[in-house]
């Protein structure tokens, strides 16, 4: 058996990496017409990031607001616009990145639902895919 990934405890026999299976399902969304430059790209990498805090090297303040900017989303609150200028504020004030290997905001055992569920999707299902992954890494952030 192989170890849990130290960050989301995705514990899989597969020989990807999970940064190499978000690679694979943004090969999927590329072929989903407008999903790269919309909310289904956002909710991907955001949930993403969510989940690998530590290999991402960002800080609690960023994943935070990733949690945050994920349930506004979901609630048509912002546009994908709004989102783009809450990334440069943040990129901007310097709170995004930490050291690496620090964060430590959620332990990998809280999330339901990974990166390997979401590969279940076709360019037909992906946007309703990602959209439950968002919407269950929200639910999961804040129990």
């Known amino acids: ?3 849990p990934c130290p960050d989301c405890g995705l514990h899989d026999e ?3 990496t999970c940064r190499e ?3 694979s399902l943004l090969f999927i969304e590329a072929e989903v017409p407008g999903a790269a430059r919309g909310l289904p790209h956002f909710y991907a990498v955001a949930c993403f990031n969510v989940q690998h805090q530590r290999t ?4 609690d303040a960023a994943v935070q607001q990733a949690v945050t900017s994920l349930d506004d989303a979901l609630a048509g609150r912002v546009t994908i616009q709004d989102l783009l200028r809450r990334g440069r504020h943040l990129s901007r004030a310097g709170t995004l990145t930490a050291v690496p290997g620090t964060g430590t905001l959620f332990a ?3 999330w339901s639902m990974r990166i390997t569920d979401a590969l279940g999707a076709t360019p037909a299902t992906y ?3 990602v959209t439950a992954w968002a919407r269950q890494v ?3 952030a804040v129990d």
């Not at 991402?56 to 800080?59: D, G, I």
Request: aromatic share 0%; hydrophobic share 45%; glycine share 4%.
């Open 138 to 140: 929200v639910a999961d």
């Open 127 to 129: 946007v309703d895919i």
């Open 56 to 59: 991402m090297k960002l800080t």
């Open 108 to 110: 990998p055992e809280r």
């Open 21 to 23: 299976r978000l690679n």
């Open 1 to 3: 058996m192989s170890a």
């Open 14 to 16: 597969g020989t990807l």
